[in-house]
């Protein structure tokens, strides 16, 4: 696969990949920091701009569009530069994949490659989180070697939420 950041020249796929989740009844496209409720050129500028300079609150980040044979799969996001507390709270990554993409294994490797990110950028472990429903997400992790470390409530008002440990 092929990971990098978005450019202004990728709106139109981009539009495509979030048109394909409203066709879905998907409102929400994970891993997209804002996209479809931005103007494209300032969400791209902010993408940027996280991966060179980081942000004062949410540190160095990186949103990759992943592509295979050049159709964009999904997004990843790796919150390498995290403060410990964010860590717990939102996890050091997340991803989605385009719904026509789904179920065929490519979510297991984007995981896999940010770990590897991750690694190489001096971490030693990362925290995930996913919703206890989120049967896909939950594998996805657990086949990457995450431990389950909790259960909580806390800031989804009555939606489960477990977090994940990886030791890289
Ligand atoms: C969660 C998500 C990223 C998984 O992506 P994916 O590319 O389909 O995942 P993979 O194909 O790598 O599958 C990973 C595991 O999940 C399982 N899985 C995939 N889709 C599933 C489904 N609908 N129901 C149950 N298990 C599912 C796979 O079988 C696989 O486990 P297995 O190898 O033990 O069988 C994708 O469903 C998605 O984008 N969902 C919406 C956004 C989201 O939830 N992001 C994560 C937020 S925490």
Request: aromatic content about 12%; overall charge negative.
């Amino acid at each position: 696969m092929i990971y990098r950041l978005p450019e202004i020249s990728d709106k139109n796929i981009l539009q495509e990949y979030v048109q394909e989740h409203y066709d879905n009844n998907e409102t929400s496209i994970s891993a997209s920091l804002g996209l479809s409720f931005s103007e494209y050129p300032d969400w791209v500028e902010k993408i940027q701009k996280n991966a060179l300079i980081g942000d004062e609150i949410w540190g160095k980040s990186l949103l990759y569009l992943c592509f295979d044979n050049n159709k964009l799969i999904g997004l990843l996001s790796i919150r390498y530069d995290f403060s410990e507390s964010l860590t717990k709270k939102y996890g050091d990554i997340g991803y989605g994949v385009r719904p026509s993409e789904r179920n065929k294994g490519y979510a297991t490797i984007m995981l896999r490659y940010a770990l590897s990110v991750c690694r190489e950028r001096g971490k030693d472990k990362v925290i995930l989180g996913c919703y206890k429903d989120n049967v896909a997400s939950a594998a996805t992790i657990q086949k990457n070697g995450g431990i389950l470390m909790e259960e909580n409530d806390n800031y989804n008002e009555g939606k489960i939420s477990q977090y994940y440990l990886i030791n890289l």
